[in-house]
């Protein structure tokens, strides 16, 4: 069980919390969700065109979006939240302009709050976003996998689980490759962790990377 079902579903309710929190009637769910899905991409989007080279990562560790009736309140949490706020409030208020702007929403009030994330490497979507960036710079998948759980050692987590699958180092045989360090215990619910599934592109081809980081019981 523990590998045929996503780590995050299967602790719903226990060590983890929806990342969308709404009501919806059943004919207007639908709707509900590719709202969230556009916040979520307008984001990544405005993120990716206003990041600085030097940064290398988006660092979004996560978008939490809370509705209600007259309120959309999203908060956005990223390691590096320098990302976004090197404008001031200016870059903020331009993002929430781009998505109000997206979602034609006259009758709710967008609200975007940026948290900081203390230790963003022990996060796995930014930890897949580095790999992704080191592959698609030709490095090593290998080299890559081994300075992600060096990074990760430094968040202080208990156990990392790296899984790479595709055609590694533009190889024709399609193959998957995994590397754990320390402890990862799928099928424990009161096991705290956090996994993530990124996809990058290479000159090869499509990559998949999976990563499961375990933070505590």
Known sequence: MGQKIN?????????????????????NYSLGLQEDQKIRHCIKNYIQKNMRISYGVEGIARIEIRKRIDLIQVIIYMGFPK???DGGIRRV?????????????????????????????????????????????????R???????????????????????????????????????GRVPLQTI????????YTVRTIYGVLGIKIWIFLED
């Not at 780590?7 to 004919?27: C, D, E, I, M, N």
Request: a positive charge.
């Open 190 to 197: 009161r096991a705290k962790i956090y996994y993530c599934f």
């Open 93 to 141: 208020e331009e993002l929430q302009r781009n998505i109000q702007k997206e979602l034609n929403c006259l009758n709710q009030k967008l609200n975007i709050t940026v948290t900081r994330i203390p230790s963003p490497y022990g996060q796995p979507n930014i930890l897949g976003e580095f790999i992704a960036i080191q592959l698609k710079n030709r490095v090593s998948f």
């Open 7 to 27: 780590p995050l579903g299967f602790r719903l309710g226990t060590t983890q919390s929806h990342h969308s929190v709404w009501f919806a009637h059943p004919k």
């Open 143 to 181: 080299k890559a996998m081994k300075k992600a759980i060096e990074l990760t050692e430094q968040a202080d987590t208990k156990g990392i689980q790296v899984q790479i699958a595709g055609r590694l180092d533009g190889k024709e045989i399609a193959r998957v490759e995994w590397i754990r360090e």
């Open 83 to 85: 990302l976004l706020l």
